[in-house]
């Protein structure tokens, strides 16, 4: 029996939707306080953050972008709020699940595997996982606000193994290097990454960061996670 630990977005579902909807809001934010960027501004923004692995890719292109700390606090609560704003309606068409998604996590729960929601996320998401049947898969339901700690902090990692119990193994499941992969491998998972959405450019620094296995389709998860379960434990 495993214990698989699971990012939430674009691993269960895509973030890119959600991610243009953030830059679009940060541009609107920045505008009104008398910076107005292009969308290619911001997409080279991100894509340096996420290139130098800040641990949020869009307050880091803020922080490039505001003139001080208090355009900073300001652009960031807008952001906030443009998600918090957003309807139930709304909210759900950026957290559309792969196709693939449901398959999977019924079948690892029914072989007996111990699932672990590990994601930088809100209790909306949840939420949302709970209104689409998904969240009883999962032996611990917790993201990091409901949890006080956030990824890469080791301590995430070893707050949520400990509340899933002893295992045979640990597999982490993520799409980035540097909050999923890394701090897994520093604690000596197994790790598997599907390269999806707005990190997909990210690259390994060295051994210590490089992913056991890597995927590109959602749906290509069955299969890797299948044979990760096959081969023998470390």
């Not at 495993?2 to 953030?22: M, P, R």
């Not at 700390?69 to 559309?96: C, G, H, K, P, Q």
């Not at 998904?134 to 990091?144: I, P, W, Y």
């Amino acid at each position: 029996m495993a214990t698989i630990l699971f990012d939430i977005g674009n691993v269960l579902w895509s973030d890119e939707a959600g991610d243009a909807f953030t830059l679009a809001n940060m541009g609107d934010a920045l505008a009104a306080l008398g910076h107005p960027v292009t969308a290619q501004t911001l997409a080279v923004a991100q894509a340096r953050a996420v290139a130098h692995w800040a641990p949020s890719a869009w307050r880091a292109a803020i922080e490039s972008l505001a003139a001080d700390a208090v355009e900073v606090a300001a652009v960031i609560d807008a952001v906030r709020a443009s998600w918090d704003a957003l309807s139930d309606a709304d909210y759900a068409a950026f957290t559309t699940p792969f196709a693939s998604t449901a398959p999977l996590l019924e079948s690892l729960a029914a072989d007996g595997h111990r699932l672990v929601l590990a994601s930088n996320n809100s209790p909306r998401a949840l939420a949302r996982l709970e209104a689409l049947g998904l969240l009883r898969h999962f032996a611990v339901k917790e993201v990091s606000e409901t949890l006080g700690l956030a990824k890469p902090d080791l301590r995430f990692f070893e707050t949520l193994l400990a509340a899933a119990g002893p295992c045979d193994r640990a597999i982490m499941v993520g799409d980035r290097i540097d909050n999923d992969i890394a701090p897994a491998r520093a604690l000596g998972l197994c790790t598997l990454r599907l390269r999806h959405g707005s990190h997909t450019a990210q690259e390994p620094r060295g051994p210590e960061s490089t992913p056991d296995r890597t995927v590109d389709d959602p749906a290509d998860l069955v299969v890797a996670l299948t044979e990760v379960l096959a081969s023998p434990a470390p």
